[in-house]
């Protein structure tokens, strides 16, 4: 299963899978896209569906992970690519800075929602396409950059939370069969989606033109699905391991986190 399917390097490593013979889940909220995809696949070895979803909605996340478990009871590895841009900072319907909910919460409630159905598989495995490593501060008091917003540090931000998110999933659940690697692409000529002030867009664009295709970043990601570290807890940019003993995954603050989002998370309904 991978969100951001349809796009970037998640659509380089759904268009790998079902070209080699895997069954892929595809994630996105672009209908156009999403059928692209799936019109790729004709006559490949392997199949892929496309669920159109907006998981910037923890509501939608929710009922997509409740769907899932229905339809694909063991599921083999999830790859976590959904992200969306934004020089302006948004809420989303239910009160949740754009980039917080979709890049931080979306990934945390697939990756305990899913947990059942990956662990029948035989090496089950999250692949979480982040930046690990990197040393912005977390903004501990304003997590979701009430009074300073910034599109730059808001995407920076949502990496350090979900480099913590990895450590507690590990903390919880490093006894069970699923590894969880945080894995940072580099620099990737991408879709790169979102809503771009100019002078961000013309970065992008000078960005992309000197960064490798999204194919150069499908062989670790396989590497990974198909061969998962032995560690609870990893994390790479591209092929170099990034020690998970730094004070940058420290436990005591991927506790602190898991308690503030566990009262975020308690207050939106089904
Ligand atoms: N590219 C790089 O240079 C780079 C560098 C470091 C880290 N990364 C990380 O790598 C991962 C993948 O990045 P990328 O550059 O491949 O991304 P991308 O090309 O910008 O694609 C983003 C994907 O997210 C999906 N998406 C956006 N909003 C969504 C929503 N509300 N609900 C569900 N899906 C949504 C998009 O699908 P739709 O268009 O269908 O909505 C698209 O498939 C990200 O986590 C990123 O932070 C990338």
Not at 5 to 24: E, K, P
Not at 59 to 86: K, N
Not at 220 to 232: E, H, M, Q, R, T
Request: net charge negative; aromatic share 8%.
């Amino acid at each position: 299963m991978i969100t951001g399917a349809t796009d970037g390097i998640g659509a380089a490593v759904a268009r790998a899978l079902f070209s080699r013979g895997d069954h892929v889940v595809a994630l996105g909220t672009n209908a156009a896209k999403g059928e692209a995809l799936v019109g790729a696949a004709d006559g490949a070895p392997g199949t892929v569906e496309f669920v159109r979803a907006d998981l910037s909605l923890v509501s939608t996340t929710r009922q997509v992970v409740e769907r899932i478990l229905d339809a694909h009871p063991r599921i083999d590895g999830l790859v976590l690519c959904a992200r969306y841009f934004r020089t302006t900072r948004r809420e989303t319907a239910e009160g949740f800075e754009d980039n917080f909910a979709l890049f931080y919460l979306s990934r945390l409630l697939l990756g305990y929602g899913l947990r059942p159905a990956l662990e029948r598989a035989e090496r089950p495995v999250i692949v979480n396409v982040a930046g690990p490593g990197h040393d912005t501060p977390i903004p501990w008091d304003d997590l979701q950059l009430t009074r300073s917003y910034d599109g730059v540090t808001a995407m920076f931000r949502s990496g350090r939370l979900v480099d913590l998110h990895g450590v507690a999933f590990a903390q919880r659940h490093g006894d069970g069969p699923v590894r969880y690697v945080l894995f940072h692409p580099g620099t990737t000529s991408t879709g790169f989606v979102g809503e771009f002030d100019p002078a961000t867009a013309r970065f992008v664009e000078q960005q992309k033109a000197s960064a490798k295709p999204a194919t150069a970043v499908v062989p670790p990601i396989l590497g990974l699905l198909d061969d998962p570290p032995a560690a609870p807890l990893t994390a790479f940019t591209a092929d170099q391991e990034i020690d998970v003993r730094s004070a940058l995954f420290s436990p005591r603050d991927a506790d602190r986190l898991a308690t503030l989002t566990d009262d975020l998370l308690a207050r939106v309904g089904d």
